[in-house]
């Protein structure tokens, strides 16, 4: 019996290829599958190939299966058609065992050959290439650092495709992990008088055994070193992919800051600007109300006048008066937005540094020998800014601490 086949010709039995998700992921639902085989890593790799004219056709990783029972004298295979000649030369000999050990090293020794995916470069280089690409997609990104440039999309594509990179590098150490385990599960179980150490330990090779044939015997053996050399390159890359990840997480971090700077000075312009409309507002208005008032008959102005005109003397004094009064009202009006709605502190006024040259000021605050700036409490008085709501409202707790140090 030399294969296990069914009777539909059409059918693929149980050697179907899955993607790499698809064998990594079994739970994901099939719509959630679909996306991501068509985000692949090689996919998006090839798109980008294909649209500068280097390649054709798409490509997907796939994880290929090959079932062996050696029942008795009897072998049966269920598997790709890479195998086939090997798989023709093990039929036809006796000990089934060397065989099957070549056939192990000739599928994991794949793994760096691109040609038996149809690439033209190997997996790997396609990762560290892919992994350059993003690189450069956010040094591209950041050139611009205008408030209206920072995309949302953008900065989120950049981040899905380096996660992507990490999450599949993954999966390929899941599935060379498991082919490493396969591989020394059957050469233990076969030839465990070649694994002194035990399992765990490292499969020596003879020189001379059956057919004495020692190329056979480093063909079996190889996948040893395959194996770790697959897993520094993996790290490698894992390790390149992680560095650019922290690349553009400061990048876009320092875009979204330099925009942001760049959106608060023109604020400010636009902010000065309108402090000088309100500056011209804030003198103009009370001047442009008391010219109005005054065209009034109002029996208190005529009385004031002339010969129907009034004095120099008598506008400037309610000129003055308005402008006062105008601009007390704005003061006090802003310091109590800037405290009470904003909470912001408010500089103090230019007497309060002079309480300190005063040893008995009149509010009781400064004693000799006290120096303010060493005071917790009173410390920003020497630098003129103290919260006046503290000054307004725990004067007198300060006043009554201040003396129980000091007194």
């Known amino acids: 019996m030399k294969y296990c086949r069914p009777h539909d010709p059409k059918s693929f039995g149980p050697d179907i290829e899955v993607t790499l998700d698809e064998y990594c992921n079994p739970t994901l639902g099939s719509t959630l599958l679909q996306q991501r085989n068509n985000d692949q890593v090689v996919t998006r790799y090839i798109k980008r190939q294909r649209l500068e004219g280097r390649v ?22 269920s598997g790709n058609k890479a195998v086939q000649y090997h798989v023709q030369q093990a039929l036809y000999h006796d000990d089934h065992d060397i065989y099957i050990g070549r056939i192990l090293s000739f599928l994991i020794d794949r793994l760096d050959q691109p040609h038996t995916f149809g690439l033209t470069e ?24 205008t408030f209206g440039d920072i995309d949302i ?14 999450e599949e590098i993954a999966m390929m150490e899941t599935v060379l992990f498991q082919q490493e385990e396969i591989w020394k599960e059957f ?3 076969t030839w465990p008088q070649f694994w002194p150490d035990g399992e765990n330990g490292r499969f020596k090779s003879p020189f001379n055994h059956g057919n004495g044939d020692v190329e056979v015997w480093r063909e079996i053996s190889k996948p040893q070193s395959q194996f770790s050399k697959y897993r520094k390159r993996f790290q490698k890359l894992d390790e390149d992919a992680e560095r650019v990840e922290r690349h553009i997480l400061v990048q876009l971090d320092l875009k979204q800051k330099h925009a942001a700077l760049k959106e608060t000075h023109t604020t400010t312009v636009m902010s000065a600007s309108v402090v000088g409309f309100t500056v011209i507002t ?15 008959p109002v029996d208190h102005f005529s009385q004031n006048q002339q010969d129907g005109k009034y004095t120099v003397n008598y506008i400037g004094k ?7 009064a105008s601009l007390a009202v704005t003061a006090v009006a802003i310091l109590l937005a800037c405290v009470y709605f904003l909470n912001l502190r408010v500089t103090a006024p230019a007497w309060m540094p002079a309480l300190s040259a005063n040893p008995k000021g009149s509010h009781g605050i400064i004693t000799e020998g006290f120096d303010p700036n060493n005071d917790p409490l ?8 103290l919260p006046w709501r503290s000054r307004k409202r725990g004067h007198s707790r ?7 140090l000091f007194s």
């Open 398 to 404: 300060d006043v009554e601490q201040q003396h129980n």
């Open 56 to 77: 054709t056709g798409n490509h997907l990783v796939t994880v290929s299966q090959l079932w062996c029972w050696k029942i008795g004298s009897k072998l049966m295979f």
């Open 153 to 166: 999309q953008e900065e989120r594509k950049l981040l899905h495709n380096i996660n992507d990179i990490r």
């Open 378 to 385: 009173l410390g920003d008085i020497s630098k003129g800014i």
């Open 187 to 189: 050469t233990y179980n």
């Open 282 to 296: 804030v003198i103009f208005t009370p001047l442009s109300f008391l010219t109005s008032l005054f065209a009034l």
């Open 122 to 145: 190997p997996i790997f280089s396609i990762f560290s290439r892919s992994i350059s690409v993003v690189a450069e997609d956010v040094n591209r990104y950041v050139d611009s650092t």
């Open 318 to 324: 309610w000129i003055a008066t308005g402008e006062i």
